[in-house]
Nanobody, 119 residues
Framework: QVQVVESGGGLVQSGGSLRLSCAAS????????MAWSRQAPGKERELVARIGDGGTFYVDSVKGRFTISRDNIKNMVFLQMNSLKPEDTAVYYCNADVRTTTWATVNIWGQGTQVTVSS
């Protein structure tokens, strides 16, 4: 079994910063891309940032403010969020494409961590 667990969410004032962490564990053979998505109340889930061997991707609304990074040894991915805005308020989810030790390729989602930005 493979799982990912997010942490680091919380309440922050507009203009503040948070750093989200995601740890993957279990029967991991290889982790391919890792990503952060978010979902605000009443809205669809959107991809925020992704990191893989081919580079990084950011949705336009967070470019210049968010930075995704990865520690391949620890099987972790991070999202540094600066200059936060109220519209960044959402549940943030970690996602990973993983090849397990039994050679199955799976797409794993965490349970999410709440980020609330007050004005």
């Amino acid at each position: 079994q493979v799982q990912v667990v997010e942490s680091g969410g919380g309440l922050v004032q507009s203009g503040g910063s948070l750093r989200l962490s995601c740890a993957a564990s279990g029967s991991i053979g290889v982790i391919y891309d890792m990503a952060w998505s978010r979902q605000a109340p009443g809205k669809e889930r959107e991809l925020v940032a992704r990191i893989g061997d081919g580079g990084t991707f950011y949705v336009d609304s967070v470019k210049g403010r968010f930075t995704i990074s990865r520690d391949n040894i620890k099987n972790m991915v991070f999202l540094q969020m600066n200059s936060l805005k109220p519209e960044d308020t959402a549940v943030y989810y970690c996602n990973a494409d993983v090849r397990t030790t039994t050679w199955a390729t799976v797409n794993i989602w965490g349970q999410g961590t709440q980020v609330t930005v007050s004005s």
